[in-house]
């Protein structure tokens, strides 16, 4: 991050610090959020999209949504706003670093490594799909990797407004980034789910062979091979690569969308199970892409990983992207291809006249069936076919967003023009308060994650301490409030890691066996004793390595147990005020047991100085023991008032001086000052 000179202040509230990169559509920066005490991530848009009102308007409506997209492995929209013209949007500030940085270079990633990742990522794009929102732009500058391999996608609002904006483009052009684009992008065909699906698969091949399937000189040769070139498997790129990942990869490429993964969560559970080491549930089996991969090579150069206009491709099954300061190139149609392009439209034309025409004159006679449509398209459909009265009404729902779920009348009624229809639209799904699971095992946080109406994803680290098979750490946090259905990823201390002894002091052997068998731990057969003075006999009062150091599953742990109570130095009180003669006495954890001094004992000695001692100072006793300590009441020569030996027990104190209650062993006296 590079320090900024001018810290502007936006909307009076967001600071900025450092700049951080600049892509293709704004300049991220580093900035304090001074009214939450917080760093943020500022993304400020270029002035040109800035300056477009209806391209603003867009961009509102998908930060909005962008914000309501509460996932572990999404970077979050805070904030949007305006401020002297310029508008911004404010997101979570990740520590880490992007995957472009990792794969600068060209270099790879292992296999498992890649895998793993592309499973986050899989997740939050199957979670952004089941929402309504498609990315549109997945590529290595978007995704972010945390210290503890946390992915993060970012850019969900941005993406989908600046991809959905079609003026922003010249005409017969798309925005994206080329090398990442999907066919049907490249094309400038309507995109789903499936087309995140194929940019990842590109992501993917290249974290796997150090370069992505595609290079060119241009970004329209680049979006002509996604359309037209098959993909050399990457196990030919790289005999590293297992067949299985290999296999994964080729069905996420396939050119047409209906024989790629069909949801970003096919795709994120065969993931899984490669690195489970289980078979594969979605993708063709390995090989048999064999004898129909090769393509012809073309001189590479790097590309840039920046969003710009890119012209569409003509035929094939669609792709597009953007190189940063790549030229608008224009496409034109020739020879008999072009001629088939005007005789096909002048067809399609007449077709289209002819069924407006019928419509016009019947009008419709039956409820069409727009279930599982988008309620845009669903409506869209509806007032071509002349139905006047449409309406919606949403209810909570599993189904995507947006989507309609139902219709009154249903698919197939008998309707006409006038019908009152009802589009009854899905919400999606509540939203419900994360569990706090921190502390708990796997198992039993998986089952309140569950119960929750929440999925779980388990995610190793080595950056926390704890004990193995116990949730270190939760995201999203405990109390969040998430929508249902949502992932949690919980944290686990990585394989082979250490991590601290349990404290078992002062349980029996056979529950410090269990405690420690627990955390995989295993109890040495010998055992060791020492004294204490707060933990009974027989119980544990350590253990060898000691309690909290660090050590790995399988490690034995002797335990220490406790003698009994300990030896102690008594103190020597000779000549010290009773007061202070108990006060040292307690310090050593002894009791004093006070009785008067004989008078003869006294001779010279000031009232309240003890004299005399049970056991002598520097001795040792029990710990808890007690020591009898005589003390003088007055100062007399002997002879003098008071019985010689009298023994006394203080009760009370009557006037300035004097002792109350002071018994000999026949008679009592009391002395009033």
């Known amino acids: 991050m590079e320090p900024v000179s001018d810290q502007r202040l936006y909307s009076n509230r967001y600071?900025?610090?450092?700049?951080?990169?600049?892509?293709?559509?704004?300049?991220?920066?580093?900035?304090?959020?001074l009214l939450l005490g917080r760093a943020v991530a500022l993304k400020i848009l270029y002035p040109e999209l800035s300056a477009d009102p209806a391209f603003v308007e867009r961009f509102r409506r998908e930060a909005q949504a962008a914000a309501r997209l509460s996932h572990p492995n999404i970077v979050p929209v805070f904030d949007w706003g305006e401020d002297e013209g310029t508008y911004f949007i404010v997101m979570e500030l990740v520590e880490g670093t992007s995957l472009a940085d990792v794969l600068r270079g060209g270099r790879a990633l292992t296999a498992q490594r890649s895998a793993q990742l592309a499973a986050q990522i899989a997740a939050a794009l199957g979670y952004a799909h089941r929402n309504g929102m498609v990315h549109r732009d997945v590529k290595p500058g978007n995704i972010l990797i945390t210290p503890d391999a946390q992915v993060k996608v970012a850019d969900f609002g941005i993406a989908q407004a600046v991809?959905?904006?079609?003026?922003?483009?010249?005409?017969?052009?798309?925005?994206?980034?080329?090398?990442?684009?999907?066919?049907?992008?490249?094309?400038g065909a309507p995109v789903?789910?499936?087309?995140?699906?194929?940019?990842?698969?590109?992501?993917?091949?290249?974290?796997?062979?150090?370069?992505?399937?595609?290079?060119?000189?241009?970004?329209?040769?680049?979006?002509?091979?996604?359309?037209?070139?098959?993909?050399?498997?990457?196990?030919?790129?790289?005999?590293?690569?297992?067949?299985?990942?290999?296999?994964?990869?080729?069905?996420?490429?396939?050119?047409?969308?209906t024989q790629r993964y069909q949801t970003a969560e096919e795709l994120r559970e065969d993931?899984?199970?490669?690195?489970?080491?289980?078979?594969?549930?979605?993708?063709?089996?390995?090989?048999?892409?064999?004898?129909?991969?090769?393509?012809?090579?073309?001189?590479?150069?790097?590309?840039?990983?920046?969003?710009?206009?890119?012209?569409?491709?003509?035929?094939?099954?669609?792709?597009?992207?953007?190189?940063?300061?790549?030229?608008?190139?224009?496409?034109?149609?020739?020879?008999?291809?072009?001629?088939?392009?005007?005789?096909?439209?002048?067809?399609?034309?007449?077709?289209?006249?002819?069924?407006?025409?019928?419509?016009?004159?019947?009008?419709?006679?039956?409820?069409?069936?727009?279930?599982?449509?988008?309620?845009?398209?669903?409506?869209?459909?509806?007032?071509?076919?002349?139905?006047?009265?449409v309406t919606t009404a949403?209810?909570?729902?599993?189904?995507?967003?947006?989507?309609?779920?139902?219709?009154?009348?249903?698919?197939?009624?008998?309707?006409?023009?006038?019908?009152?229809?009802?589009?009854?639209?899905s919400s999606g799904l509540p939203d419900v308060t994360v569990p706090p699971v921190v502390g708990l095992s796997v198992s039993a946080a998986t089952t309140a994650i569950n119960n929750a109406g929440?999925?779980?994803?388990?995610?190793?680290?080595?950056?926390?301490?704890?004990?193995?098979?116990?949730?270190?750490?939760?995201?999203p946090i405990a109390s969040q409030k998430i929508r249902s259905g949502s992932l949690v990823t919980l944290y686990v201390l990585a394989a082979g890691s250490s991590y601290p002894v349990p404290n078992v002091q002062g349980q029996s052997p056979s529950l410090a066996g269990a405690t420690l068998g627990g955390e995989q731990l295993a109890v040495s057969p010998t055992t060791t004793t020492q004294c204490s003075n707060t933990i009974a006999q027989g119980m544990?009062?350590?253990?060898?390595?000691?309690?909290?150091?660090?050590?790995?599953?399988?490690?034995?742990?002797?335990?220490?147990?406790?003698?009994?109570?300990?030896?102690?130095?008594?103190p020597n009180v000779l000549n010290d005020s009773l007061v202070n003669a108990q006060a040292a006495l307690a310090r050593q954890g002894l009791s004093a047991s006070e009785q008067v001094a004989p008078v003869s004992l006294c001779s010279g000695a000031q009232t309240g100085v003890v004299v005399n001692q049970s056991v002598t100072g520097g001795s040792y006793a029990q710990y808890h023991s007690t020591i009898t300590i005589?003390?003088?009441?007055?100062?007399?020569?002997?002879?003098a008032t008071g019985a010689t030996g009298v023994t006394t027990t203080t009760t009370g104190v009557t006037g300035a001086t004097g002792v109350t209650g002071v018994t000999g062993s026949t008679t009592s006296s009391s002395v009033a000052g």
């Open 15 to 33: 600071q900025v610090t450092h700049l951080i990169a600049h892509g293709g559509m704004a300049m991220v920066y580093r900035a304090e959020d």
């Open 163 to 187: 991809a959905s904006e079609d003026h922003l483009a010249e005409a017969g052009s798309v925005m994206g980034t080329a090398t990442y684009f999907s066919p049907e992008q490249a094309e």
């Open 192 to 257: 789903d789910g499936r087309s995140d699906v194929y940019s990842l698969g590109v992501v993917l091949y290249e974290m796997l062979v150090g370069r992505p399937p595609f290079t060119g000189e241009t970004p329209l040769e680049v979006s002509t091979q996604h359309v037209h070139s098959a993909v050399t498997p990457p196990v030919q790129v790289n005999a590293g690569v297992p067949r299985d990942l290999d296999a994964i990869v080729m069905r996420a490429l396939a050119k047409v969308p």
């Open 271 to 389: 993931l899984t199970r490669f690195t489970d080491g289980q078979p594969l549930r979605w993708a063709v089996p390995p090989g048999a892409f064999s004898g129909q991969d090769a393509t012809q090579m073309v001189q590479a150069v790097t590309p840039v990983d920046r969003t710009q206009a890119i012209p569409v491709v003509p035929g094939g099954t669609g792709v597009t992207g953007v190189y940063d300061q790549a030229p608008l190139i224009k496409v034109k149609r020739r020879g008999r291809g072009g001629l088939w392009v005007v005789v096909l439209a002048l067809l399609v034309i007449a077709a289209g006249g002819a069924f407006y025409a019928l419509h016009r004159t019947t009008g419709p006679s039956s409820m069409p069936d727009v279930v599982k449509q988008t309620v845009q398209n669903a409506e869209l459909a509806l007032t071509h076919d002349g139905f006047k009265h």
């Open 394 to 425: 949403t209810t909570t729902s599993a189904q995507p967003v947006g989507t309609v779920i139902a219709s009154t009348p249903k698919a197939g009624t008998a309707v006409s023009a006038d019908t009152a229809i009802v589009l009854t639209v």
């Open 454 to 475: 929440l999925h779980v994803t388990i995610a190793s680290t080595t950056t926390l301490s704890g004990p193995p098979n116990t949730v270190l750490s939760q995201s």
């Open 540 to 570: 544990v009062v350590g253990t060898s390595p000691s309690i909290g150091s660090a050590v790995t599953a399988g490690t034995k742990i002797e335990l220490i147990l406790s003698s009994g109570l300990c030896q102690v130095v008594v």
């Open 630 to 639: 005589q003390y003088c009441t007055v100062s007399s020569p002997t002879g």
